[in-house]
Nanobody
Framework: QVQLVESGGGLVQPGGSLRLSCAAS????????MGWYRQAPGKQRELVAS???????EYADFVKGRFTISRDNVKNTVTLQMNSLSPEDTAVYYC??????????????WGQGTQVTVAS
């Protein structure tokens, strides 16, 4: 059992910035992927960015170079720096982690979600 605690969401004006943070705790074996997803009203949840234990990163096309994901493997934390935000970025953002135990079993965990609203 792993718990993900998120922080950093809120209201920001178009063109502004936010920094989301997520910390994993509990019965952690080996979190090989940590990342962020988002879900807007009436839309499916979609990947924003992810980072592996080895440092490989993936970004969604809609990020367009505006977001940066960082990870601390020792502290089991992940952050998402979001710049040049637009109203289209308004969504609930979820922290995601994939854990691997000694038997090779994979477990997926989700944070509670943090609201990001971009509006004037």
């Amino acid at each position: 059992q792993v718990q993900l605690v998120e922080s950093g969401g809120g209201l920001v004006q178009p063109g502004g910035s936010l920094r989301l943070s997520c910390a994993a705790s509990g019965n952690i074996f080996n979190i090989y992927i940590m990342g962020w997803y988002r879900q807007a009203p009436g839309k499916q949840r979609e990947l924003v960015a992810s980072r592996t234990l080895g440092g490989s990163t993936e970004y969604a096309d809609f990020v367009k170079g505006r977001f940066t994901i960082s990870r601390d493997n020792v502290k089991n934390t992940v952050t998402l720096q979001m710049n040049s935000l637009s109203p289209e970025d308004t969504a609930v953002y979820y922290c995601n982690a994939e854990d691997l135990n000694d038997e090779g079993d994979e477990f997926e965990y989700w944070g509670q979600g943090t609201q990001v609203t971009v509006a004037s």
